[in-house]
């Protein structure tokens, strides 16, 4: 093997890998600050982001009680989110991780009976 075809490899080689930590210019997850602003009894929250928009969530069935009763105790106060397509997650300053979803924008409309 040559120097030149040595160093295609190489150049080959380091351009993928930066390509993959990159994330190949398409985004996996979205992480950020969010505060809780509403909590309902079902788990259902609503978050608010520091860029203004608002966006309601449902809580994992999984732990939906303990979860929801972590939301409520730790309304207001700002939590770390990391959010991709198939769940996302909100870590609170006190260590609880819960896992939500988007909730379905058909629930929200009023119903046109």
């Known amino acids: 093997m040559t ?3 040595a160093s295609l ?5 380091a351009t993928a890998c930066i390509g993959l930590i990159g994330g190949c210019g398409g985004k996996l997850a979205t992480t950020g600050w969010a505060t809780v602003t509403e ?3 079902n788990g259902v929250i609503r978050l608010d982001y520091p860029d203004g928009k608002a966006a ?3 809580i994992d069935e999984d732990n939906i009680r303990k979860d929801t009763a972590a939301a409520a105790k730790n309304a207001f ?6 959010e991709t397509k198939k769940g996302s997650t909100l870590t609170f300053a ?3 991780t819960l896992i939500y979803h988007d909730l379905d924008p058909k629930l929200l409309k ?3 009976h």
């Open 9 to 13: 490899i190489l150049a080959l080689v």
């Open 39 to 41: 909590v309902q009894p």
């Open 94 to 96: 006190d260590g609880h």
């Open 3 to 5: 120097y030149k075809s």
């Open 110 to 112: 009023p119903d046109s």
């Open 77 to 82: 106060k700002p939590a770390r989110f990391v």
């Open 56 to 58: 309601w969530k449902r």
